[in-house]
């Protein structure tokens, strides 16, 4: 299984940027995907999950910022980043994880965001 993430980059505080996560297998044959970030010096973190129900979970740190959404038929999720904070930069990691607890990486995405 292949997750190639993209969309980072760097932007000013209060702006936006959208990542997203191809997967090389169907999205819906996971139990969930989700982002998860580590910023230099600090163990990486939840950002926003959503089940293969649909169901999403937010860390309190981005909600009602951040969004995250799937297109099934493009076998990608997508992370809206709005209003970002400069404690916002990190790298960005996706992550997908079956009914067996087996899980997948894809590589990270710099988000960087200047104040």
């Known amino acids: 299984v292949q997750l190639q993430a993209s969309g980072g980059g760097l932007v000013q505080a209060g702006g936006s940027l959208r990542l997203s996560c191809e997967t090389s297998?169907?999205?819906?044959?996971?139990?969930?995907m989700g982002w998860y970030r580590q910023a230099p010096g600090k163990e990486r973190e939840l950002v926003a999950t959503?089940?293969?129900?649909?169901?999403?979970n937010y860390a309190a740190s981005v909600k009602s910022r951040f969004t995250i959404s799937r297109d099934i038929t493009k076998n990608t999720v997508y992370l809206q980043m709005n209003n970002l904070e400069p404690e916002d930069t990190a790298v960005y990691f996706c992550?997908?994880?079956?009914?067996?607890?087996?899980?997948?990486w894809g590589q990270g995405t710099q988000v960087t965001v200047s104040s």
């Open positions: 959503v089940s293969s129900r649909g169901t999403t």
């Open positions: 297998r169907r999205i819906l044959t996971f139990n969930y």
């Open positions: 992550k997908a994880e079956n009914n067996w607890k087996q899980f997948y």
